[in-house]
């Protein structure tokens, strides 16, 4: 159900004092990934014979860029960036899975494309933004990017960003928030809250957003919850629909709501994937994907807190509770459900793998 990889680090590249670019290349003899603007490299590391997940955006275009590229920010005590940081370097090879991820450019043309970005958010919307500026695809005719960040020195990516101001001067327009640094160009010295979104949105439009601008711009945050979350209420106030909002999060706020297990009541699952039918039972209070891994069964998974959907199986029958940080939803046949968040509910669930 997963295909693993193995990719050769082809270069580092430092981009801020604790930012890393590595330049990938096949180390096995599966071809080249396949991967679009948005999407992610789930990288696989041993520890204590555990095997641990992480998460990288792509920074690099499939079209623009020969190689692909993932740009990791260390997390201050994090496990993995500090190893990818301090102690991964050229010629090493690293295990991953296949690209995946969900937050993709849209594919019809459109006006405006706002991007909302904050420290490593960047990431993804780099990756897009070299598509939409270098391929024009989607063709969009305003782009512009809100990118919040402490100084322009800890600004990933600023340099190339700062040339496509003035390379792209009819598309592409990039306002930067600094917390620290007062007098820089393109910046504020303001945090990007509400208030100020709400004017900067009205003066873009120049007063009234009309419902036909509305149903022509889309938005694509990727930042810590808190700026989306006030990102899209203030999205919403302004009446642009939520199905024009996307996101990308990178860490949950809260850990996942865990429930009490009981292992006298059990739920079948039977899976469905491509070539394989596989059969097994979890505990009441139990995730599906947990009960799989106790089993020595592969399903695919990234981060185990519902954030990053590599997780996602059609339900075909039965129920299941997806318990995400903020409200359980329970779904039945027809649903995508996080088997990394979800309980079975009913005493057989089905699930495909598409
Ligand atoms: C879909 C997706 C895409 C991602 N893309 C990127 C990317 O392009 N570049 C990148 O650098 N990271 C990215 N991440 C985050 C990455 O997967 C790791 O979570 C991150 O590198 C931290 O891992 P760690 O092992 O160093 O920290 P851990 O050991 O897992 O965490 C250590 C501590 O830091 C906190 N923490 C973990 N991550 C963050 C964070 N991002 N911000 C603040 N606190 C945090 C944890 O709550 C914990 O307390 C992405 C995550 C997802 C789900
Ligand atoms: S593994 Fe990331 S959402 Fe389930």
Redesign the pocket.
């Known amino acids: 159900m997963e295909q693993k990889r193995r990719l050769r680090v082809v270069s580092k590249i430092r981009e801020t004092n604790d ?1 890393c670019t590595f330049v990938l290349e096949p180390a096995d003899d599966r071809g080249a990934l396949n991967y679009l603007p948005g999407q ?1 490299l789930t990288l696989l590391f041993q520890l204590n014979g555990r095997e ?1 997940r ?4 792509f ?1 690099s275009c499939p079209e623009v860029d020969v190689l692909p590229a ?14 990818l940081l301090q102690h991964v370097q050229t010629g090493d090879v690293l295990d991953a899975i296949e690209p995946n ?1 969900l ?1 993709v450019l849209p594919e019809k043309p459109l006006d405006t494309l706002f991007f909302i970005a904050a420290g ?1 958010g960047i ?2 919307v780099f990756s897009q933004l070299k598509m939409l500026l270098y391929r024009n695809r989607p063709p969009v005719k305003k782009i512009v990017l809100y990118y919040a960040n402490r100084d322009g020195a800890n600004t990933i990516f600023k340099e190339k960003i700062d040339r496509w101001i003035t390379e792209f001067p009819e598309r592409f327009e990039c306002v930067y928030f600094f917390s620290r640094e007062k007098h820089a160009a393109h910046a504020m010295f303001r945090h990007l809250n509400n208030e100020l979104l709400e004017d900067l949105l009205k003066t873009f439009f120049k007063g009234a957003i009309s419902r036909a601008q509305r149903r022509n711009t889309q938005f694509y945050l990727c930042a ?1 919850v808190p700026l989306m979350r006030m990102a899209r209420m203030t999205l919403r106030t302004l009446d642009f629909p939520d199905e024009h909002i996307r996101q ?4 949950p706020e809260n850990r996942p709501v865990t429930r009490l297990r009981d292992t006298s009541i059990t739920h079948d699952i039977i899976v469905q994937g491509k070539n394989e039918h596989i059969e097994f039972q979890t505990f009441e209070g139990e995730t599906i994907l947990d009960a799989a891994l106790r089993q020595g069964i592969s399903l695919p998974y ?2 185990k807190s519902g ?2 959907f590599t997780c996602l199986a059609r339900c075909t029958a039965g129920e299941v509770d997806v318990a995400f940080t903020e409200a359980t939803k329970r779904e039945g046949p027809g649903a995508m459900v996080n088997t990394c968040i979800g309980y079975a509910v009913s005493g057989q669930v089905e699930l495909s793998y598409e």
């Not at 992480?54 to 955006?57: F, I, L, V």
């Open positions: 930012t992610y641990k992480r998460a990288y955006s920074s993932i740009t990791v920010k260390r997390v201050v005590n994090g496990e993995f960036s500090n190893y991820g937050f490593s990431t993804p810590p990308e999060t990178f860490q990234t981060c954030v990053c």
